[in-house]
C-alpha cells in the first residue's frame, strides 16, 4: 500500500531528478553559447506549454498568479538556493 507520504517523498524524489537535468541543459547550452536569458525565456514557454497540457488554461494560470508573490519573497533567487 502506498501512503501518501511516500507518494509526496517519491513526487519530491521525481522533482530533484527533473532539476538535475534541467541545470544541466542549461549548462550545456550556455557552454554551447545561447545566452542565459534567450534559454530561460524559452525554458518558461516550454514549461507552461507542458503544464496547460497536463492541467488546462485554468489551472496553469492560477499557478503563474501566484507567482509574483513568490518571486517577491525570493524563493527563485540564487541566494535561497544555495
Do not use: C
Not at 34 to 44: K, Q
Amino acid at each position: 500500500m502506498t501512503t501518501p507520504a511516500h507518494t509526496e517523498f517519491m513526487a519530491a524524489e521525481d522533482r530533484r531528478a527533473a532539476l538535475a537535468y534541467v541545470i544541466e541543459a542549461f549548462t550545456e547550452a550556455m557552454l554551447a553559447g545561447v545566452d542565459p536569458s534567450s534559454l530561460a525565456h524559452v525554458a518558461l514557454d516550454a514549461a507552461l506549454q507542458e503544464l496547460v497540457g497536463a492541467w488546462g488554461e485554468e489551472a496553469t494560470a492560477k499557478l503563474i498568479g501566484e507567482l509574483p508573490e513568490r518571486i517577491r519573497n525570493g524563493e527563485f533567487s540564487f541566494a535561497s538556493l544555495h
